[in-house]
Structures are given as structure tokens and as C-alpha cells.
């Protein structure tokens, strides 16, 4: 698609041409109008990361999460498959379910007790018989999207009844299973060994940029440096709507010895979850950057690993995430927030380069034409 409306800030216009373009104007990093856009032209329409397929291990195993501001739950159902629904009681509103669980056989109100069969379907209303005209059949929940890649879930907030090429997960993402288990194998047999929660006061799209390119790893990130060689590169592959790197190591510092060529695997996936997998042990970290208004993202962590296992180092590993690499990096965003609110910047260039490295800030520019692309066909 090409794009229209590209913006313009105090040094130029935007280009689809990274090396010639001027960087995203500040005022998306703020402004509460172009917040509401993007809520809506996004967040409502594409998929999102919710979990891992473990914490629905058997029948009636569920757990609520949300998209933005809009509430749902998934829950697998006797059939064996993973539904996704708007956690809201189609009476009056309320939320049905809270944190997660299992042996949830019916979903009932707390409210006014209108109870859901798990396929969704209205099968109890009191004191409705003798209403005129009430068909439970047409109160049932409004199903979403669910998506399964490797283990991994996804929902998307369109309704499952709308015939829409964007909710086929594998044309959106081709590949993208293939790079998850061609590097760590069937991630269906992870689980969630920890979670880690995080309110950064800085625009979601702040923290996506920063884990979009490595740019900023030598002087930002100077324990990171150590670990990968910069002038060596493994497997990669770039599709629009996201893109995967392999990194080499080096040997690694004292507390974090490694033998030189192991791997280090990076994702950023469209919109809003970024992944990596550390060396020393089989991981995966899945970092989604939830907005939480125009000015701050609630972002989540989960720390994936194979189930059953013992692995003191990813111990060690969840440490060094914590805090160093995650801790070094909420303070660059927090101040480059501060920075594009201050009068003194709009604009910059991209630092871009024609091979779309990893540590150049390709990345960045082509995560913000697809915020361009969505904004626009919302128009």
C-alpha cells in the first residue's frame, strides 16, 4: 500500500525511503488525539500476544486479559479448542470473569446470574419468560479471533464472523512460526516460569522503537556489548509485519561466561510484542507494550522455558533482564519521553542503512510506516 499522507515536522517530511526520511514528529508520541486513532486503527484490529497455550492446559482451563481498554477472556472448551471472548455480560455490561482459572463449565454473571455455555451461547436469563420478544439466541457473547503460533496465543478483537483476510494469523505473519521453532523447537512444550509487570511513563510506541533496533546497544547497554559481536550476524528474515534476528555472541563477561557463537534471537512483531531468547539456556521472553494512554505503557514480560525443567540459568538470565538490560532500558525511554515533549525536538533522521541491520534504525522506520499505513486506511 502505498501511503498518502506521510507526516511532516520541523525538519521535513517522512519517506518510504528510510535513508532519505525524517523521523516520526513528536507529537505522536503524545498527543491524546492521535492516541485515540490508534487505539482504534490498531489495537481494535490487529493480533496481540495474551499468553501461552499451557495456561489453558486441559478443558475449561481459562484466563482474562485485555486489549487496551477492551476486556476478554479465552477458555478451552470440551472440543479441545481455545475461544476467545469480550469479557462483558451481554445484559448489562458486566464483567463476567476475573484472573483465571479451571472447571469453569458455565459462565455466569455475578451480576444478574445470565449464564453462557462455553460455546458462547445464552442458556440462562431469569425472570425473562414472560418477556415479550426476548430471544436468548440472539444474546450470546461476542466471540474474537485466537491464534496459535508455536505455542504462543494471540487474539484479535475482530468479530470471528467477519470474512477478513487479516484474520488468517499465517498470512499476516508467514514464517513466523518457522523462526520460532527452527531456532527453539515446538514452544508448546515451554510454560510461563515468571511474569513481570512494569508501568513505564513513556508512549508505547517509545518502548517498540527502542527494541527495534540495537543502534543504541554499544553506549546504552555497555554489559550487552559485551555479549554480542556487532561485526557478526546469523539468520534473519524481514516481512511487514515483523522481523526476526539472529545475533552472535562473544564470551561474554565474569557472572556471564559463554562459549563464543552462540545465538542471540530477537522479534519484534507487529504491533506491540517483542521477544528475545538469551544464550545459556532454552528461553523465550515475551515483552508486550500495552498503552496505557497517550504518555505511559503497561508492559508485560513472560518468561517462557521448556516445562518440568530446572534451569538455574535462567534464573541468572530472568536477573540480568531485570536488573540491567530492562531496568538501562525503562530509563532511556522514560527520558526520551520527556525529550519529545520538550520544546526543544520534533524531529530527526532515521539512521538507517540499506542492509536493514539490526543495529542500524531500519527497524524503527518501517514499524512507523505501518503506524502510518494503519492510521490511514482508518481514514
Excluded at 100 to 117: E, F, L, N, Q, R
Excluded at 160 to 183: C, Q, R
Excluded at 190 to 198: C, S
Aim: aromatic share 10%.
Amino acid at each position: 500500500m502505498k501511503i498518502v499522507n506521510l507526516p511532516i515536522g520541523d525538519r521535513g517530511a517522512m519517506s518510504d525511503n528510510a535513508l532519505a526520511s525524517c523521523t516520526l514528529p513528536s507529537k505522536y508520541y503524545f498527543d491524546a488525539g492521535i492516541f485515540q486513532r490508534e487505539r482504534q486503527a490498531i489495537f481494535h484490529r490487529n493480533w496481540c500476544y495474551v499468553g501461552h497455550i499451557g495456561q489453558l492446559a486441559k478443558p475449561e482451563d481459562y484466563f482474562v486479559d485485555s486489549i487496551v481498554d477492551q476486556p476478554i477472556f479465552l477458555i478451552r472448551v470440551d472440543d479441545n479448542t481455545i475461544k476467545g471472548y469480550m469479557n462483558v455480560c451481554q445484559h448489562r455490561g458486566h464483567q463476567l470473569l476475573t484472573g483465571s482459572g479451571s472447571g469453569k463449565k458455565k459462565i455466569v454473571c455475578p451480576y444478574h446470574a445470565w449464564t453462557y455455555d462455553l460455546d458462547g451461547s445464552l442458556i440462562r436469563a431469569p425472570c425473562t419468560d414472560e418477556l415479550p420478544n426476548f430471544k436468548p439466541d440472539s444474546f450470546g457473547l461476542k466471540e474474537i479471533a485466537v491464534a496459535e503460533c508455536s505455542g504462543l496465543l494471540f487474539a484479535n478483537l475482530t468479530p470471528v464472523s467477519t470474512k477478513d483476510e487479516a484474520l488468517v494469523f499465517e498470512d499476516v505473519y508467514p514464517g513466523l512460526k518457522n523462526t520460532l521453532t527452527g531456532h527453539l523447537g515446538n514452544l508448546e512444550g515451554f510454560e510461563r516460569k515468571h511474569r513481570i509487570d512494569y508501568q513505564i511513563a513513556a508512549n508505547w510506541k517509545v518502548v517498540v522503537d527502542n527494541f527495534s533496533e540495537g543502534y543504541h546497544i554499544p553506549m546504552a547497554h555497555r554489559l550487552l556489548s559485551q555479549v554480542l559481536d556487532s561485526a557478526a550476524s546469523g539468520d534473519s528474515r524481514i516481512e511487514k509485519h515483523y522481523a526476526f534476528f539472529e545475533s552472535i555472541c562473544k564470551s561474554g563477561y565474569a557472572g556471564l561466561e559463554l562459549e563464543p557463537g552462540q545465538a542471540y534471537l530477537s522479534w519484534t512483531v507487529w504491533p506491540n510484542t517483542c521477544m528475545l531468547s538469551q544464550p545459556g539456556c532454552k528461553n523465550l521472553f515475551v515483552i508486550r507494550m500495552a498503552p496505557d494512554g497517550p504518555t505511559g505503557c503497561a508492559e508485560r514480560v513472560d518468561i517462557l522455558a521448556p516445562a518440568g525443567e530446572s534451569a538455574p540459568e535462567l534464573d541468572a538470565l530472568k536477573a540480568l533482564f531485570a536488573d540491567n538490560f530492562n531496568k538501562e532500558d525503562i530509563a532511556i525511554v522514560e527520558s526520551v519521553q520527556r525529550g519529545l515533549q520538550s520544546l526543544g525536538y520534533d524531529q530527526s533522521r532515521y539512521v538507517a542503512d540499506g542492509k536493514e541491520d539490526w543495529y542500524s534504525e531500519s527497524g524503527l522506520h518501517r514499524f512507523h510506516m505501518r503506524i502510518m499505513e494503519a492510521l490511514e486506511t482508518q481514514q
